[in-house]
């Protein structure tokens, strides 16, 4: 059984950079990172398969977020530079071992949650 246990988040200014830790036991074939903003659906951000390490990400993150795992310490980051407003959130880690990379219905292990705020 997968569990995971994030970190990092927080409160920058527009333009700013934070990054999230998610650190997770045992086996899984697909990792990613999800948010949720006040009154919208989750949303997928970024993932990538643990055993090849090859990444994917949503229009909302391309050319600005970074995931990337450790394998030494069983963590998975996400690093997010260039900060917009938009970009406020809860931010959830997640596990699972389906193909579709960004859609909820792949992951089924879900983070505690962490806030991210983008002021301008």
């Known amino acids: 059984q997968v569990r995971l246990m994030q970190s990092g988040g927080g409160s920058v200014q527009t333009g700013g950079s934070l990054r999230l830790s998610c650190t997770y036991s045992?086996?899984?074939?697909?990792m990613g990172w999800f948010r949720q903003a006040q009154g919208k659906e989750r949303e997928g951000v970024a993932a990538?398969?643990?055993?090849?390490?090859?990444?994917f990400y949503g229009a909302s993150a391309k050319g600005r977020f970074t995931i990337a795992q450790d394998n030494a310490k069983n963590t998975l980051y996400l690093q997010m530079n260039r900060l917009e407003p938009e970009d406020t959130a809860m931010y959830y880690c997640?596990?699972?071992?389906?193909?579709?990379?960004?859609?909820?219905?792949?992951?089924?292990?879900w983070g505690q949650g962490t806030q991210v705020t983008v002021s301008s």
């Open positions: 997640a596990a699972g071992t389906g193909e579709a990379m960004l859609q909820r219905s792949s992951y089924d292990t």
């Open positions: 990538i398969r643990t055993g090849s390490g090859s990444p």
């Open positions: 045992g086996y899984t074939y697909l």
